[in-house]
């Protein structure tokens, strides 16, 4: 996807809206993980350094719609709350305040926050903003507007936007306001994408659109019909599926394998055989377990100790429930991605929270961690979480920092995101 990006435009002395993803963990109003906003920096430092006005958007949470007619989400302990007392709680939760006074570290003193989104506050410390400096806007969904894409939303966001600039590639799959709106509606001067998305579309588009083969893709996770999109999509383009995960067992069921008390989607059986006979007129060689870890019932607590066995995946016993890949499948993964040139991989291969169940989720990483020039791409979600739990971050070529979005990219659907910035 060929896209214009922050270095493409001129943006000295614009005010650039830029959409940045600092959905970041807290506790008791302290951010636990930085690593979102160390992401962003790259692209705020830019435009810092090329005299643009840096007006900076994102969510945090999922918070009530508190400046609408209802208050939406009421947990049980919130019950009997007054609309005040809810509306007090939200802000202080889900208020990115916290994320503004680290960023103002971490750049000089150079930010500022505002504590509405278009309100009269936004407004001043936008006008007081200059050349080289940063103004952070309060949590855009304290408005229900936003996720509508309402366009009077649109219009007094973009009262702040010369250049447009997107730059949160886990949002880029819903066509919010300040992800796709401002420019759908032909709001802004440019629209363009900074550091993070230009890299997820260079790497990410170049290995499905270009790759260098053999290009071998690696799906896991709980079912089959989140992932039918991406498998179709796949199955068009590499020159091997490995399949792990729960997601196996539906394959086995489709093979005529017992699963035994195994996660297995009943209904989507037939939909795995027509996989499996696409796979073979495509000549893609897909791979399902050979062996597999299995026990007498899930872990509870997920990281509880637990009594596993292993059997061949076509002799699950009736009352076992497979749970990893086996020693053997390990194997015969990690030598499949030794041979790649280009690999994607979205999705554990087993409970890879569970120490003795990670295994074959370990196996996985590793061996793309030790592969010699071959691009090694991480599509989010938990995969992404496993990689770096694991210490193996540094290792790949690109980890995604889209969940939803890295799926529907892998799946070729057009994102509202990414659709709406200006070509090249």
Not at 220 to 243: F, M, R, Y
Not at 354 to 374: F, H, M, Q, R, Y
């Amino acid at each position: 996807m060929n896209k214009k990006t922050i270095c493409d435009v001129d943006v000295k002395g614009k005010k650039c809206l830029v959409r940045v993803d600092f959905n970041v963990p807290m506790k008791d109003g302290k951010i636990t993980d930085e690593n979102r906003i160390n992401g962003a920096l790259p692209t705020i430092k830019y435009l810092m350094e090329h005299g643009a006005k840096v007006i900076l958007c994102s969510h945090l949470g999922r918070p009530y719609s508190i400046f609408s007619k209802e208050i939406k989400k009421i947990k049980p302990e919130d019950e009997g709350k007054s609309r005040e007392e809810l509306t007090a709680l939200t802000v202080k939760k889900c208020s990115l305040k916290p994320v503004a006074d680290r960023l103002n570290e971490i750049l000089g003193g150079k930010v500022t926050f505002a504590t509405d989104v278009i309100g009269e506050d936004a407004k001043a410390k936008v006008a007081a903003c200059k050349d080289g400096e940063v103004v952070l806007l309060e949590n855009l969904r304290f408005h229900s507007e936003e996720t509508k894409n309402d366009e009077n939303f649109c219009k007094a966001l973009a009262e702040f936007c010369d250049i447009y600039v997107n730059d949160a590639f886990g949002t880029a799959h819903r066509a919010h306001a300040s992800t796709a709106g401002i420019a759908q509606y032909g709001l802004c001067e440019a629209a363009v994408a900074g550091f993070l998305i230009g890299k997820e579309l260079d790497v990410m588009g170049g290995a499905l659109e270009n790759p260098v083969r053999p290009f071998v893709a690696i799906l896991g996770g709980a079912k089959v019909s989140d992932k039918i999109g991406v498998i179709n999509n796949l199955l068009e383009k590499v020159d091997t599926l490995v399949i792990g995960g729960a997601m196996a067992y539906t394959f086995f069921k489709a093979k005529g394998y017992g699963v035994g008390t195994s996660l297995c989607e009943l209904d989507k059986v037939d939909l795995a055989k027509e996989l499996l006979k696409k796979a073979e007129d495509k000549k893609v060689k897909l791979l399902l377990p050979v062996d597999t870890k299995v026990a007498a019932a899930f872990p509870d607590p997920i990281d509880a100790p637990i009594e596993v066995s292993v059997v061949a995946s076509n002799a699950i016993p009736d009352d076992m429930m497979g749970l990893d890949i086996g020693p053997e499948t390990q194997k015969l993964y990690a030598e499949t991605v030794k041979t790649a040139k280009t690999v994607i991989w979205n999705g554990p291969m087993g409970v890879f929270e569970n120490p003795v169940l990670c295994e074959g989720t370990v196996a996985v990483a590793k061996a793309l961690s030790e592969t010699e020039g071959a691009t090694t791409i991480i599509g989010g979600g938990d995969s992404a979480a496993a990689v770096k739990k694991l210490g193996f971050a540094d290792k790949m070529t690109h980890i995604s920092t889209g969940g939803g979005a890295s799926l529907e990219f892998l799946e070729g659907i057009e994102l509202p995101g990414v659709a709406c910035l200006d070509n090249k």
